[in-house]
């Protein structure tokens, strides 16, 4: 029997209607940002620049918008959630969830400082709700020319007409280049603030030329104190020797560990003499020294800068002794000491992104200059 509801309708035991389905929503489709500052390429004079982009435009009006950044030294970029911090600066930033800004332009800066000295390279995108958009494409921008020292770690550009060291002699900031030493008794100096027992020290050099003047002349070195030069019993000296060396052009080292009887190490005679090498004073080239408790001190030069071909890589054993000056200072060029300008600095060479540290030279740094 069905009830009869006058005029409308008529309440049966049969099946009702069921309510329609929601329709599902359809994500956005987002446009990617572009970078607005800083300009692709541009030398800051910051080491936590502030990164703007140029805001998105949706298909929906409705739902906000955050931007992602990522920031890194290579253009190979992580996720958004990795940071990399190398000797206390970060080199690759990534940042979520900046909310949009309704002024048309939305920002992001680091929280920490970047690593100085270094080509970064930089890119955003935005999310709005479970859409996202492309990225940005990627610019770059070149971090604040500056060097630092501390503890186990001493970093020098000197491109910028300024060096954290102590220059003595005559000298010039060379504009895009370095600091040339002008004569052999010309050096800069640096005091550690702590003693590296084993470590790298590492710097790119031009202006060094075959059949220069000079005997056992000095690209670089180490010692203890300010006491004689030549004497010193932690004598580290880098040699690129002139026409009255033995022989002529070749690229040699000393090193003592506190002790000329049981801790000297060098090259024997034979691997100096098949060492000479007619380096071009146009041709900049990256001088790597390294040095450790125990096991070898070696020397590396390659021509063409940090990334250049291996022409000198020599080692030698060091088992015994330890590299132990109480003060602990370091050079580029040499003091004179008792063997004489001759066997000093080297007249005309330009020296830049100097590296001192107890860890290897991170592989982006000085990347700004290069």
């Not at 060096?163 to 640096?190: A, C």
């Not at 690129?240 to 049981?262: E, K, M, Q, W």
Request: proline share 7%; net charge neutral.
């Amino acid at each position: 029997m069905c009830l009869v509801v006058a005029p409308f309708m008529a309440a049966c035991g049969g099946a009702k209607d069921s309510p329609s389905a929601p329709s599902p929503s359809v994500p956005a489709t987002l446009t990617a940002p572009v970078g607005d500052t800083p300009s692709n390429g541009e030398q800051l004079d910051t080491l936590r620049p502030t990164l703007t982009v140029k805001n998105t435009t949706s298909s929906q009006t409705s739902g906000s918008r955050t931007y992602e950044f990522q920031i890194s030294d290579t253009n190979n970029f992580s996720s958004a959630t990795t940071a990399l911090t190398l000797a206390g600066f970060a080199v690759v930033v990534g940042k979520t969830g900046v909310a949009e800004d309704p002024g048309g332009r939305t920002s992001f800066q680091p929280e920490q400082e970047l690593q100085p000295t270094t080509r970064y390279y930089w890119r955003a995108r935005v999310v709005q709700g479970t859409a996202q958009s492309d990225w940005s494409p990627v610019m770059t921008f070149n971090t604040k020319l500056v060097g630092y020292m501390r503890a186990g770690e001493l970093y020098d550009p000197l491109i910028h007409g300024e060096t954290v060291g102590e220059i003595i002699g005559s000298t010039d900031f060379i504009p895009s280049k370095g600091i040339r030493l002008n004569s052999n008794t010309s050096y800069v100096r640096y005091l550690l603030p702590a003693t590296i027992s084993n470590g790298e020290f590492s710097m790119e050099v031009e202006g060094l030329r075959a059949n220069a003047p000079g005997d056992k002349s000095k690209v670089f070195g180490m010692q203890d104190g300010t006491s004689d030069y030549i004497t010193n019993r932690y004598r580290v000296d880098i040699q690129y020797r002139g026409t009255s060396g033995f022989p002529p052009n070749a690229i040699t080292f000393r090193v003592l560990y506190g002790s000329d009887d049981c801790c000297k190490y060098e090259p024997d005679t034979d691997t100096r003499i098949r060492s000479v090498f007619n380096l071009d004073p146009a041709t900049t080239y990256f001088w790597k020294f390294t040095w450790g408790t125990g096991t070898e001190v070696r020397t590396t030069v390659r021509e063409g800068g940090v990334d250049g071909n291996t022409i000198y890589d020599v080692g030698v054993p060091a088992r015994t002794g330890v590299y132990a000056p109480a003060q602990h200072y370091t050079f580029i060029g040499t003091p004179a000491g008792r063997s004489g300008a001759e066997s000093a600095s080297i007249p005309g060479a330009i020296y830049r992104n100097v590296w001192i540290a107890d860890h290897p030279r991170p592989q982006s740094l000085g990347s700004a200059l290069r």
